[in-house]
């Protein structure tokens, strides 16, 4: 299948715009309490993470500083895995599978991806 990699930037920029998105839709989900969210209380841990899903969500999808958002998504996603999922107690399971932490260090990982790449195509910001 040699062929398909003729179209790797085209499907970097596919998951790029797509994984931005989605994350903005998280972000929408705390500071709006749209999309099935509740709203946490202004200026909380939550609503700023809220900030960071929906703005470098957007930025991500869009382009805009996209090594930059990334890499402050991948980070607020680390600390959502250890602070949410990973508890440090005695009763908390380190496999993600097992404390529902999956999404957060995948995320976390493809993030961590996108900001090492930058936008590559599709972007208003080909610099990065």
């Not at 998105?21 to 809220?50: C, D, E, I, N």
């Not at 005695?90 to 529902?100: G, L, Y």
């Amino acid at each position: 299948m040699k062929w398909l990699g003729k179209f790797a930037d085209q499907a970097y920029a596919l998951l790029r715009i797509l994984a931005g998105v989605m994350f903005a839709f998280h972000g929408a989900q705390k500071l709006f309490g749209v999309l099935g969210g509740t709203q946490p209380p202004l200026a909380s841990q939550l609503w700023f993470a809220g900030i960071i899903e929906l703005f470098g969500g957007l930025a991500v999808a869009l382009g805009l500083e996209t090594r930059v958002a990334a890499f402050i998504c991948s980070g607020e996603m680390a600390v959502a895995y250890v602070q949410a999922h990973w508890k440090f107690q005695m009763d908390s399971q380190f496999f993600p599978i097992m404390n529902r932490g999956e999404l957060a260090l995948l995320y976390c990982l493809l993030f961590f991806f996108i900001a090492t790449k930058g936008t590559v195509k599709w972007g208003l910001m080909k610099r990065d």
